[in-house]
């Protein structure tokens, strides 16, 4: 045993990953090209959006919100090029509060993003069964949304990062983006929980009641309903639900497998999974080509 220890101790200290609490060579090329994929395409959706957004003159509440989500997306694909670094270098050089910052940007990045995108499907649900009006919306009212939105996530996430993100354990500095044995802390474990049933509840509470309507006016504005300014906007806000689906929830579900499970079958299979679904979170940021593309009008 101790023998063991001593060879996976030596292995991180020349700076492999072979321990199977971290993420092996399958792992990094994987997350490599899933990364380089999302910074690619983000960029170009974010670089076209902004320019889109800047040709027009509406100042609407939605495209108020839609430019917040633009500069998340933007910060996000800032911190990529460090990880990218890592998986290619094999060497995290940049230390361990970097480190930490580096990586609790993807975790940032995910619920801000959902939170924009929430009350963008809040705000229509509301306009839709008349408790306001688009008219009374003026962008006023979305600046302070928005600075409400970035304030109360900023302390949040300012209390979690400071107290608990990355501050149980102190890695090599060679390694990165490895942050497990937090999950022996009680208190980290029950925030992962908090937010893994909010986050669930909320996308199945609207989901539902975005088909309702979807399916009443599927069946009021029969056969036309893409000509109805109405019908497109709500296939808009399903739109979000679709990315939270695809790109967060999986996330979240695995993440309650993970944390029962990894302390029994520390495996490199585990990590890869629990890593894929990670950077599945950046995957968002491909929104914005698909309103480019006129998948979403």
């Known amino acids: 045993m101790a023998v063991s220890n001593m060879t996976i101790q030596l292995n991180v200290s020349n700076g492999t990953l072979e321990s199977p609490a971290h993420c092996n060579d ?3 090329k994987v ?5 380089s994929l999302v910074l690619l395409g983000g960029t170009a959706g974010s670089i076209l959006m902004s320019h889109v957004l800047l040709q027009r003159k509406s100042q609407s509440i ?5 430019a917040n989500i633009v500069v998340l997306h933007s ?3 800032l911190s990529l090029p460090f990880r990218l670094s890592y998986y290619f270098l094999l060497e995290w050089k940049l230390g361990w509060l970097t480190c930490r910052v580096i990586s609790s940007m993807v975790y940032a990045h995910m619920y801000f993003t959902f939170l924009f995108y929430v009350a963008i499907i809040i705000i229509r649900l509301l306009i839709y069964f008349q408790r306001i009006l688009l008219q009374e919306l003026q962008k006023r009212h979305a600046i302070a949304l928005s600075v409400t939105i970035w304030l109360v996530g900023m302390l949040i996430f300012s209390l979690v990062f400071q107290f608990q ?3 149980h354990i102190h890695s090599s500095q060679h390694h990165c983006f490895h942050f497990y044995q937090e999950l022996n802390d009680t208190t980290v474990v029950i925030i992962n929980y908090c937010m893994i049933v909010i986050l669930m509840v909320t996308v199945l509470v609207l989901s539902l009641i975005q088909l309702v309507i979807i399916t009443r006016l599927t069946k009021s504005l029969w056969p036309d309903m893409f000509t109805h300014q109405e019908f497109r906007a709500q296939i808009n806000s399903f739109f979000f639900l679709v990315v939270i689906v695809v790109c967060f929830l999986p996330h979240h579900a695995f993440r309650v497998f993970f944390i029962h499970s990894y302390f029994q079958n520390k495996t490199s299979e585990l990590i890869l999974y629990n890593e894929i679904c990670i950077a599945l979170t950046t995957v968002c940021c491909l929104d914005m080509l698909c309103f480019i593309a006129g998948l979403v009008h």
């Open 26 to 28: 399958h792992c990094r």
């Open 31 to 35: 997350l490599a090209t899933l990364y």
């Open 62 to 66: 939605i495209t108020v919100i839609i």
């Open 75 to 77: 910060i996000l694909l």
């Open 165 to 167: 993100y990355g501050t």
